[in-house]
Structure formats: structure tokens, C-alpha cells
């Protein structure tokens, strides 16, 4: 098959994959090889591009050189062999879900990661939402326990795990403030927020204590800035952060906070998303009732990755990024490593 490779690890995406042709995956029992018709970007795929943080590479990535043949981790596409003990899955089912290497024509992916596809979106936008999706799920339902009524703040609501956190906090009931700079606003308006503050014009934390729960995926805030936000007994959910810090990559200020939350009356704490076929379904669901539509900004061609992730670098994505696995684009691939 032909799939993206990569055989070391960098920061910048320029020069480092290649098309090649090597060997589809094989399957165990509790795996189901997948035909993939798309992928997408994430802050996670530079992550493991680059293998830093450090920790990441002890996460299984690989700790010198990649484990793996690319850094895709998202992907919707047509079931094409199950598994002995994969239940639920037959060959054609159109599924979308969470796999290693998925910048290929297949990819073998757990039974407990992978779903149906939610039949009103197409495989671009399906595949946009795996990682996402659950992030901003678990952000909003299972960490921030968001209710009808409450006042929600959302950093970095025109990121990937943002967008998707603004409408899961509407359709949660709740009165969604997001924050992103100017040239943004108006998708984040789009995405259903009732209020939208630019983050080049105003400080968050001046509008006082008011929000019930503050969601953060972008800024690196300090903590005293989000406190001040928080109403005393407010929650605050640290999804993430980009630093330049090679070894912890901002993790200290989620493990402060949930140390200061201590001693405090608010409640704050960070997560590691759960990967899993469950929230796969609710998110299904939603987007079904058409209460979350995947806001893709661009679909990029399998060997223009490089492309995607460098726009994503330079912050210039609105909301997410797919990638379109389209064979008749790579009928000569170039000659590259095959790991
Ligand atoms: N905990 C976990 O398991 C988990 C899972 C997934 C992701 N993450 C982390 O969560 C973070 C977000 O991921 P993502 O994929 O959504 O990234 P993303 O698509 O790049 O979104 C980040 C957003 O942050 C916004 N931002 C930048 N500076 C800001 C500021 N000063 N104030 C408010 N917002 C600001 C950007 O908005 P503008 O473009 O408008 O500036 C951008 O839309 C990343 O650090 C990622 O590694 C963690």
C-alpha cells in the first residue's frame, strides 16, 4: 500500500516524509484493518512528528526514532477485514476512529476505538473529529460536568478541540464565552458561542469571576489569571498548551493546579484523553442531530502533510485540518525508506 513515512523524529515537517510503498497491516483478533479515505492534523501529530515532549517517546512512540511509519492518528474509511473477536463490525461498514499510522491506504485499528461513521458527514470531515471530538467531549462533560444554565469559558475556542467544545457546551444547555484572536472571531461566532472575546484586545480575567467553568486549550494562561476568571467554587479543565519546554511541554501548570485545588474552593485538574469507541458514539450522535458539525477549514491531499501540519504550526487553521487518502493521487510513489 502507500502510506506516509517517516524515519526520524524533527520539529519541522519540511523534508521529512516521503510516499512509499510497504507492507498493509496485519490484524489480531481485536483489530480491524480499515480502508482509510481520510485522516487529519491535530497538535498530537506534531507532537509525535517531533517526539517532544520528551515523554511522549516513553508513551510508546519510539525512543530514539519513530515507532511507527507516520504521525496520523485519526481516520474514517470502510471496513475491509475484522478481527476473530471484533464484534460489531463487518466488512463495507463505513467507521471513523483512532489508529497509529494512519497517513496510509489502511491501517489496523482496535474494535474499542473505532465506530460507524456518522452517515451526514463525509469521510473528511468524519475523519476530523476522532481525537478532537473526545477531547473536547471529555473536557466538557466528564472533567468540567457542564450543566444547562452554567457560564462557560473556552481558550482556544477556534482550535481543533475548542471548536468542537463550543457546541458540546451549547448543546450541553450552557452560556459559552470563546476566546481567540481577531481574524477568528467569526467562526467562533459560526460555532454557536454567545459571546467572543479577542484575546489581542482584551484580558479574559477582567470581566471578573463570573464563569462556572473555564475549558483551556490555548494561551497558557497563568493560573492566577484563570482563577480570577473561575467563581469561587468554579472548575477549571487544562486540556493543553503549546511551550517551547522540551521535557514537561507545560504539563507542570495542569499538575499545579491540581495541587493548588487542594487548598482551594475551586476545583481544577488537567486529563489524557480516553481514546474509546463510546464517546465515539455520543459524538455521533450529536453531530447526527446536527448539535456538532466538525468545522474543517482545509482538506489537504495525503502527500501534502508536510502542508497541513506547517499551517497548523503557524496558527493559521480554522478550526481542523483534514487529510484526503486518495490512491489515484499516488500511483508513483517516490522513492523513499520503507520502514
Ligand atoms: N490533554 C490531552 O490529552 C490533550 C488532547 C488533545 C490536545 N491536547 C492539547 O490541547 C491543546 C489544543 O489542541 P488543539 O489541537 O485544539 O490545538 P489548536 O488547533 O492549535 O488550537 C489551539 C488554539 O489556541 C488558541 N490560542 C493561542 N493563543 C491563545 C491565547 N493567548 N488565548 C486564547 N487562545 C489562544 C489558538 O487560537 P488563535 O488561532 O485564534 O490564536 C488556537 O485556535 C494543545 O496543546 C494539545 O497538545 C491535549
Redesign the pocket.
Known sequence: MSAVVQDRYAPAPEGLFQIAQIDRPTITADEVLVRVHAASV???TW?IMAGLPYPIRLAGFGLRRPKYANPGRNLAGTVEEVGGSATGFTPGDEVYGMATSTFAEYAAVRADKLAPKPTNLSFDEAAAVP??GC?ALQAVRTHGRVEAGEKVLI????????SFAVQIAKASGAEVTG???T??VDLVGNLGADHVID?TDEDFADRGPRFDVVID?????RLSQLRRALTPRGRLVI????TDGRLLG?SDRGIRAKVLSLFVGQQMG????SENAADLMTLRDLIEAGQLTPAVDRTYPLDEVAAAIRH?LE?K?RGKLAVSVSPGRLQTPATGSTP
Open positions: 491535530d497538535r498530537g507532537h481525537v478532537s477531547t481558550l482556544g475556542a477556534s482550535g481543533g478541540v475548542g476566546v481567540c484572536s481574524s477568528k484575546y486549550t490555548g494561551g497558557n494562561a486540556v493543553g498548551g503549546e507545560g488537567t486529563f489524557v484523553t497548523m496558527g487553521a
